[in-house]
């Protein structure tokens, strides 16, 4: 699976957006994208995915270049309870490859009053 | 649904003794995965199960490690015997099948220590 590459941290003032940005420049034609965080003490939770289009759904929304080499997590009006860490996974989504994430260190993001 | 449960959410043993984790997938799952978390490795995939076979191991850290899943509602991943480096939190993760989607449902956890 492709490599991810994402901020340590960021911080996001509460109501405003949050912009999460991932770098996966060697990513093959038929991987996607997906989003999971982990908010402390939890389990991650599923956000959001795609492979070539922006999605968008009731927690996020998912933005992929055209050339697939970078996508932005956006979080239109963030909240205190958005405090957390945010993973970017490039993977298969079938076949044999089915079900294999590699989680890396994510993004801690800060949401402030 | 209940969700993924986990049990027990807590685990204090000594070093050497037998440690059995036990998870209850999402009714209607054919997915079932085993994490380990630490603060030095991160979230690592250990074993996941499809359809209650194991696809893929390769994750289990030594033969002290072994994962079972007798059907489709319930899972152990057994530690014999345990040291003081598999101190983690474990989860159990659930999904079921679609192309494209890889929608991963994860439990509470369960917080081992080893003494």
């Known amino acids: 699976d492709a490599k991810t590459t994402q901020p340590t941290s960021m911080d996001c003032a509460e109501g405003r957006a949050a912009n999460l940005p991932c770098n996966h420049s060697?990513?093959?034609?038929?991987?996607?994208v997906y989003w999971y965080r982990q908010i402390h003490s939890q389990g991650p939770q599923y956000i959001i995915h795609g492979l070539k289009n922006n999605e968008t759904n009731e927690m996020a929304s998912l933005i992929i270049t055209e050339d697939r080499k970078s996508s932005t997590l956006i979080l239109p009006h963030a909240t205190l309870r958005d405090t957390a860490v945010y993973y970017c996974?490039?993977?298969?989504?079938?076949?044999?490859?089915?079900?294999?994430?590699?989680f890396g260190q994510g993004t801690i993001l800060t949401v402030h009053p | 649904d209940a969700g993924v449960i986990q049990s027990p959410r807590h685990e204090v043993t000594e070093m050497g003794q037998e440690v059995t984790l036990r998870c209850k997938p999402i009714s209607g799952h054919d997915y079932l995965f085993w994490y380990r978390q630490t603060m030095m490795r991160g979230l690592e995939l250990l074993i996941y199960f499809n359809n209650n076979v194991p696809i893929d191991d390769s994750g289990m850290p030594e033969d002290r490690f072994s994962a079972k899943m007798p059907n489709a509602s319930f899972s152990t991943l057994k530690i014999q015997p345990s040291e003081p480096r598999d101190s983690a939190v474990y989860f159990c993760a659930s999904s079921l099948a679609r192309q494209g989607v890889n929608e991963q449902y994860f439990g509470p956890g369960t917080r081992l220590t080893v003494t």
């Open positions: 060697t990513i093959s034609g038929n991987e996607y």
């Open positions: 996974i490039v993977a298969n989504a079938g076949g044999t490859s089915y079900g294999k994430l590699t």
